[in-house]
Protein backbone atom coordinates (compact mmCIF):
# COMPACT_ATOMS: atom_id res chain seq x y z
CA UNK A 1 0.00 0.00 0.00
CA UNK A 2 1.28 3.27 -1.49
CA UNK A 3 0.52 6.85 -0.11
CA UNK A 4 2.38 10.11 -0.42
CA UNK A 5 1.54 13.21 2.30
CA UNK A 6 3.65 16.18 2.99
CA UNK A 7 6.23 15.98 0.36
CA UNK A 8 6.50 11.90 1.56
CA UNK A 9 5.72 8.57 0.10
CA UNK A 10 5.41 5.90 2.72
CA UNK A 11 4.95 2.15 1.52
CA UNK A 12 3.31 -0.81 3.35
CA UNK A 13 4.32 -3.99 2.95
CA UNK A 14 0.73 -5.72 2.37
CA UNK A 15 1.85 -9.47 3.96
CA UNK A 16 4.26 -8.33 6.76
CA UNK A 17 2.55 -4.81 7.44
CA UNK A 18 6.19 -2.99 7.79
CA UNK A 19 5.93 0.22 6.97
CA UNK A 20 9.01 2.39 5.70
CA UNK A 21 9.71 5.39 3.64
CA UNK A 22 10.32 5.62 -0.47
CA UNK A 23 13.55 7.20 -1.84
CA UNK A 24 13.18 10.18 -4.11
CA UNK A 25 15.37 8.16 -6.48
CA UNK A 26 15.12 5.32 -9.29
CA UNK A 27 11.47 5.32 -10.27
CA UNK A 28 10.17 7.03 -7.56
CA UNK A 29 8.95 9.58 -9.98
CA UNK A 30 6.70 7.49 -12.13
CA UNK A 31 5.12 6.36 -8.71
CA UNK A 32 4.34 9.64 -7.67
CA UNK A 33 3.03 10.61 -11.16
CA UNK A 34 0.71 7.38 -11.45
CA UNK A 35 -0.33 8.11 -7.70
CA UNK A 36 -0.99 11.57 -8.17
CA UNK A 37 -3.23 10.80 -11.49
CA UNK A 38 -5.25 7.66 -9.75
CA UNK A 39 -5.64 8.65 -6.48
CA UNK A 40 -9.55 9.24 -4.70
CA UNK A 41 -8.22 11.63 -1.91
CA UNK A 42 -5.46 13.36 -0.75
CA UNK A 43 -3.72 10.39 1.43
CA UNK A 44 -5.15 7.61 0.58
CA UNK A 45 -3.05 4.59 -0.13
CA UNK A 46 -3.17 2.46 -3.51
CA UNK A 47 -1.91 -1.26 -4.02
CA UNK A 48 0.97 -0.15 -5.89
CA UNK A 49 3.07 -3.29 -7.11
CA UNK A 50 6.90 -2.44 -7.73
CA UNK A 51 10.51 -4.13 -8.54
CA UNK A 52 12.52 -2.98 -5.76
CA UNK A 53 15.15 -3.81 -2.91
CA UNK A 54 15.12 -2.05 0.77
CA UNK A 55 18.66 -0.32 1.88
CA UNK A 56 19.18 1.00 5.44
CA UNK A 57 19.43 4.60 4.62
CA UNK A 58 19.29 8.05 6.88
CA UNK A 59 16.37 10.08 6.31
CA UNK A 60 16.39 13.95 6.54
CA UNK A 61 16.01 15.33 10.07
CA UNK A 62 17.21 12.06 11.89
CA UNK A 63 20.28 10.54 12.96
CA UNK A 64 19.61 6.67 12.69
CA UNK A 65 19.32 4.63 9.77
CA UNK A 66 15.79 3.17 8.55
CA UNK A 67 14.60 0.45 6.46
CA UNK A 68 13.63 2.28 3.17
CA UNK A 69 12.40 1.17 -0.11
CA UNK A 70 14.56 1.99 -3.66
CA UNK A 71 11.67 1.47 -6.58
CA UNK A 72 13.17 0.19 -9.31
CA UNK A 73 11.11 -0.42 -11.50
CA UNK A 74 6.96 0.67 -11.23
CA UNK A 75 4.43 -1.90 -12.20
CA UNK A 76 1.36 -0.88 -11.93
CA UNK A 77 -1.08 1.03 -9.45
CA UNK A 78 -4.35 0.43 -8.41
CA UNK A 79 -7.22 2.22 -5.83
CA UNK A 80 -7.98 -1.02 -3.78
CA UNK A 81 -6.62 -2.17 -0.43
CA UNK A 82 -4.25 -5.62 0.18
CA UNK A 83 -7.60 -7.76 -0.02
CA UNK A 84 -9.14 -6.56 -3.13
CA UNK A 85 -10.80 -3.83 -4.30
CA UNK A 86 -13.71 -4.20 -1.43
CA UNK A 87 -11.48 -3.54 1.00
CA UNK A 88 -12.72 -0.39 3.23
CA UNK A 89 -13.03 0.29 6.98
CA UNK A 90 -15.16 1.26 8.93
CA UNK A 91 -15.37 4.36 10.66
CA UNK A 92 -16.61 2.80 13.91
CA UNK A 93 -14.91 0.20 15.96
CA UNK A 94 -11.85 0.59 13.94
CA UNK A 95 -8.14 1.56 15.30
CA UNK A 96 -7.07 4.52 13.15
CA UNK A 97 -3.48 5.87 13.18
CA UNK A 98 -2.64 9.56 12.84
CA UNK A 99 -0.80 10.51 9.82
CA UNK A 100 -1.08 13.76 8.84
CA UNK A 101 -2.15 16.82 11.18
CA UNK A 102 -2.71 19.77 9.30
CA UNK A 103 -0.99 18.32 6.36
CA UNK A 104 2.20 17.28 8.09
CA UNK A 105 3.24 13.97 8.27
CA UNK A 106 3.36 12.96 12.10
CA UNK A 107 5.65 10.37 12.70
CA UNK A 108 6.17 7.59 15.96
CA UNK A 109 9.13 7.47 17.32
CA UNK A 110 10.80 4.31 17.46
CA UNK A 111 9.65 2.51 20.95
CA UNK A 112 6.70 5.08 21.70
CA UNK A 113 3.27 4.85 21.63
CA UNK A 114 1.38 5.05 18.40
CA UNK A 115 -1.40 8.05 18.42
CA UNK A 116 -4.78 6.49 17.66
CA UNK A 117 -8.25 6.63 18.33
CA UNK A 118 -11.35 4.07 18.18
CA UNK A 119 -14.86 4.86 18.31
CA UNK A 120 -16.98 2.75 20.32
CA UNK A 121 -20.19 2.03 18.39
CA UNK A 122 -21.96 0.87 21.48
CA UNK A 123 -21.53 3.55 23.76
CA UNK A 124 -20.76 6.35 20.87
CA UNK A 125 -17.69 7.14 23.43
CA UNK A 126 -14.07 7.83 21.69
CA UNK A 127 -11.33 6.45 23.07
CA UNK A 128 -7.20 6.57 22.53
CA UNK A 129 -3.71 7.95 22.94
CA UNK A 130 -2.97 11.53 21.90
CA UNK A 131 1.20 11.31 22.49
CA UNK A 132 1.41 11.69 25.99
CA UNK A 133 -1.88 10.69 27.58
CA UNK A 134 -5.20 8.35 27.03
CA UNK A 135 -7.42 10.31 25.49
CA UNK A 136 -11.24 9.90 25.80
CA UNK A 137 -14.70 11.91 24.54
CA UNK A 138 -17.77 11.16 22.87
CA UNK A 139 -19.16 11.91 19.51
CA UNK A 140 -22.50 12.25 17.32
CA UNK A 141 -22.41 10.67 14.29
CA UNK A 142 -25.11 11.84 11.43
CA UNK A 143 -24.47 10.55 8.09
CA UNK A 144 -21.16 12.15 6.82
CA UNK A 145 -21.21 14.37 9.46
CA UNK A 146 -19.91 13.80 12.90
CA UNK A 147 -19.30 15.97 16.37
CA UNK A 148 -17.05 15.68 18.89
CA UNK A 149 -17.58 17.09 22.42
CA UNK A 150 -15.70 16.60 25.64
CA UNK A 151 -12.23 15.30 24.70
CA UNK A 152 -9.92 15.26 27.46
CA UNK A 153 -7.38 13.39 28.66
CA UNK A 154 -4.95 12.42 31.65
CA UNK A 155 -2.90 14.89 32.95
CA UNK A 156 1.05 13.32 32.80
CA UNK A 157 3.33 15.47 31.93
CA UNK A 158 5.66 13.95 29.21
CA UNK A 159 9.46 15.27 27.70
CA UNK A 160 7.83 14.69 24.44
CA UNK A 161 4.47 14.52 22.63
CA UNK A 162 3.17 17.63 24.04
CA UNK A 163 3.24 19.45 21.24
CA UNK A 164 1.23 17.06 19.33
CA UNK A 165 -1.13 16.13 22.24
CA UNK A 166 -2.39 20.09 22.19
CA UNK A 167 -2.86 20.19 18.35
CA UNK A 168 -4.74 16.87 18.18
CA UNK A 169 -6.99 17.94 21.09
CA UNK A 170 -7.26 21.28 19.87
CA UNK A 171 -7.99 19.75 16.03
CA UNK A 172 -11.67 18.05 17.34
CA UNK A 173 -13.87 20.85 18.00
CA UNK A 174 -13.13 21.99 14.47
CA UNK A 175 -14.14 18.55 12.90
CA UNK A 176 -17.89 18.33 11.49
CA UNK A 177 -17.50 15.38 9.00
CA UNK A 178 -15.73 12.40 7.65
CA UNK A 179 -14.89 10.59 4.76
CA UNK A 180 -12.80 6.94 4.46
CA UNK A 181 -11.41 6.01 0.84
CA UNK A 182 -10.14 2.27 1.08
CA UNK A 183 -7.80 2.15 4.50
CA UNK A 184 -7.56 6.02 4.84
CA UNK A 185 -9.99 8.25 6.89
CA UNK A 186 -10.10 12.13 6.35
CA UNK A 187 -11.69 14.39 9.33
CA UNK A 188 -12.79 17.53 7.42
CA UNK A 189 -13.53 20.94 8.85
CA UNK A 190 -16.79 23.00 8.07
CA UNK A 191 -15.29 24.52 4.91
CA UNK A 192 -14.75 20.22 3.93
CA UNK A 193 -11.00 20.89 3.69
CA UNK A 194 -8.86 17.74 5.28
CA UNK A 195 -7.35 18.64 8.84
CA UNK A 196 -6.07 15.58 9.92
CA UNK A 197 -5.86 12.38 8.35
CA UNK A 198 -5.60 8.50 10.08
CA UNK A 199 -4.69 5.09 8.41
CA UNK A 200 -6.55 1.61 10.01
CA UNK A 201 -4.45 -0.86 11.70
CA UNK A 202 -5.92 -4.09 12.24
CA UNK A 203 -4.64 -6.34 15.43
CA UNK A 204 -2.84 -9.66 14.79
Known amino acids: MYSYTADA ?4 NCRS ?3 MPVAQEGDNAALEAAYSNARTMAGAPMLATVLGRVEDRIPMKDLRSRPTLIVETLI ?11 STAELENT ?11 VETPEGAREIHFVLNQ ?3 QLSGFSGCNGMTGVYRLEGDKI ?3 GIAGTLMACPTGMTIE ?15 SGE ?21
Not at 76 to 84: L, N, V
Not at 184 to 204: C, D, W
Open 184 to 204: TLQLTNANGTPIATFESRYMR
Open 166 to 180: RQLHDMFPQVTGWKI
Open 76 to 86: SIEAQGCSGPS
Open 9 to 12: GWFV
Open 147 to 149: KFT
Open 122 to 124: RNL
Open 95 to 105: YWKLMTLDDKA
Open 17 to 19: GVR
